[in-house]
């Protein structure tokens, strides 16, 4: 069974950093595109980034309003996908969803649990 | 960035009737690939959201066939034929032919 579980979400005030974690288990997780996707509160959905297997050269994209201050990393040993989050600003509340690709396929069949990160003073 | 627009926002439906609901993007979601690259997601209350269609009308396996998907170019529609309780919850179209992928702003779906 395909499990995916984010961790590391909690309070932290604007301008610090948080790295959240997203456990996988029940694929063979290297061949995974994986995603990040959040949800402020009340709102809808917005793409975060990505990361590619390490076939694709295990490369990262980003959503502009996120580039140069978050970073998605994978350890392919551990089945953990990672978000590094910096310069935290009040407008980056929202849940976090790590979300698996489909294989070779550009959309999210899989989704964690979802953790929070509140940005607050 | 693609804007993906859906319609209506919210709708209120008696179980057993249909559902339809729309959503149009920007520019064309169709690839020189063939493919186009159009999703639709179910968000339950309470629950992260789920996949239900890929590619404009394909449904994941395990979809109920009440959900049906179609469209093309830059006009979409979700239809679920007859609606049943645990279809509540709120309907996301996405695009990913282009970065950034965007999201619809998402409709809300009631049970009457």
């Known amino acids: 069974e395909v499990q995916l579980v984010e961790s590391g979400g909690g309070l932290v005030q604007p301008g610090r950093s948080l790295r959240l974690s997203c456990s996988a288990s029940?694929?063979?997780?290297?061949?995974?595109?994986m995603s990040w996707v959040r949800q402020a509160p009340g709102k809808g959905l917005e793409w975060v980034g990505f990361i590619r297997s390490k076939v694709y050269g295990g490369t990262t994209e980003y959503a502009a309003s996120v580039k140069g201050r978050f970073t998605i990393s994978r350890d392919d040993f551990k089945s953990i996908a990672y978000l590094q989050m910096s310069s935290l600003k009040t407008e980056d509340t929202a849940v976090y969803y790590c979300?698996?690709?489909?294989?070779?396929?550009?959309?999210?069949?899989?989704w964690g649990q979802g953790t929070l990160v509140t940005v607050s003073s | 960035d693609i804007v993906m627009t859906q319609t209506p926002l919210s709708l209120s439906v008696t179980p057993g009737q249909p559902a339809s609901i729309s959503c149009k993007s920007s520019q064309s979601l169709l690839h020189s690939d063939g493919k186009t690259y159009l999703y639709w997601y179910l968000q339950k209350p309470g629950q992260s959201p789920q996949l239900l269609i890929y590619e404009v009308s394909n449904r994941l396996s395990g979809v109920p066939d009440r959900f049906s998907g179609s469209g093309s170019g830059t006009d979409f529609i979700l239809k679920v034929s007859r609606v049943e309780a645990e279809d509540v919850g709120l309907y996301y179209c996405?695009?990913?032919?282009?970065?950034?992928?965007?999201f619809g702003q998402g409709t809300k779906l009631e049970i009457k």
């Open positions: 029940g694929f063979t997780f290297g061949d995974y595109v």
């Open positions: 996405m695009q990913s032919i282009q970065l950034p992928y965007t």
């Open positions: 979300t698996r690709d489909r294989l070779n396929d550009p959309d999210f069949d899989y």
